[in-house]
């Protein structure tokens, strides 16, 4: 469902003030070059927790319902659908081989993969927000609500366990998206986007107060880059209206993020993927073998704007077509990177990511 563009006109003094004043303020996580020597140190991490959305969900929603049960979803990795939203791996994949445990089991899956829960556990579900928002899945407080249970009631983890582990906190725009969806106005953007970084807030510090170590949190991709958004101009330009709200959402956050790790001796790291992303399009993710040949392009999307990817008839025709090389692809479908666009964005984050040891 295209949004109405009308609802992202913003009133000009704010834009202004957003455009003016943001220049370099989120380029500069992607120019931070920070080299350790990994594992010299006694903090290794062991377990990676999530929370959040389709950026993370690796099999959360329900099989009945959501698209990424359904094929193509899943061809590239890991074979078949597996509940991500992408052709294959997505963030939490990369990170947890960053961290070097293995990818942890979705939530819905603890009881028949209770071995597996060594690695940790996501609790991201598809379509949420840290409010709630058009999908029924638990928002992010009730997705910290289930990890608080794990640890206070079933003791499934230890102190110890919680003192090795990292958080992944996404937050890709499910809020906003349901913004749009039920008329909200204009005028009230700014006071919603503030609303959204103060509970995102209230969020990381309360799994830090849980025991997590390290939290790692995402600001807000160019939603105006999306090809739900660029598709209006036939995927060559994004809408700048919309990246302008973004940069006032990932203003806030790093705002308070810098207050955060001042209370808890830098506990928290933003993955800045407005920069990740824009560096990706600028470059066509020139990354050596990695070659996109137009970033905004989906690989995956319907044949008209009734359908999207993976939609089919009734007679259970195909009502949506496939690039013929996913990895030339950045974006999967209209909202979620490809495997290989993940990877680009991955590796332009990986100087952030070493300041986790």
């Known amino acids: 469902m295209k949004p109405p ?16 004043g943001q220049k370099g303020v989120l380029v500069s996580a992607a120019h931070h070059h920070h080299h350790t020597q990994r594992h010299l140190f006694d903090w290794r991490p062991t377990k990676l927790f999530v929370f959040g959305d389709s950026y993370s969900d690796t099999g959360n929603n329900g099989k009945s319902v959501a698209s990424s049960w359904k094929l193509p979803y899943g061809i590239t990795f890991p074979g078949k659908p597996s509940g991500r ?7 939490t994949d990369f990170l947890a081989r960053f961290i070097e445990v293995k990818s942890p089991i979705p939530y819905r899956f603890r009881k028949v993969g209770a071995k597996h829960l060594k690695y940790g556990v996501n609790f991201a579900y598809g379509g949420t927000g840290v409010f ?12 910290i609500d289930f990890f608080q249970k794990l640890i206070k009631n079933d003791y499934v983890f230890t102190p110890k366990d919680l003192h090795s582990s990292v958080a992944l906190v996404t937050v890709a725009g499910n809020d906003y998206r349901t913004y749009v969806a039920t008329n909200g106005s204009v005028q009230g953007w700014q006071p919603f986007i503030t609303s959204v970084v103060n509970q995102v807030t209230v969020n990381l510090k309360r799994i830090y107060a849980l025991g997590v170590s390290k939290i790692v949190v995402t600001a807000l991709q160019p939603l105006g880059c999306l090809p739900s958004s660029t598709a209006a ?9 919309e990246n302008a ?4 959402h990932n203003l806030l956050l790093q705002q308070a993020v810098a207050k955060l790790n001042n209370e808890t001796k830098n506990s928290f ?7 990740s992303f824009t560096s990706v399009f600028k470059n066509k993710g020139d990354l050596g073998s990695i070659k996109f040949e137009n970033p905004l392009r989906p690989c995956c999307i319907g044949i008209s704007s009734e359908y999207s990817c993976g939609s089919v008839d009734e007679s259970g025709s195909k009502k949506y077509t496939i690039c013929k090389n996913p990895e030339s692809a950045f974006f999967w479908d209209t909202a979620h990177p490809t495997q290989q666009g993940w990877r680009a964005v991955y590796s332009a984050l990986q100087a952030t990511l070493e300041e986790l040891y």
């Open 5 to 20: 563009q009308t609802l992202f006109l913003v009133p000009t003094l704010f834009l202004f003030y957003l455009l003016s």
């Open 85 to 91: 939203f992408s052709d294959g791996r997505v963030l």
């Open 132 to 143: 709630n928002t058009l999908v029924l899945d638990p928002n992010m407080t009730t997705q």
């Open 233 to 241: 101009f036939s995927f060559q330009q994004c809408n700048g209206t």
């Open 245 to 248: 709200l973004v940069s006032f």
């Open 269 to 275: 790291i933003i993955l800045d993927l407005y920069a």
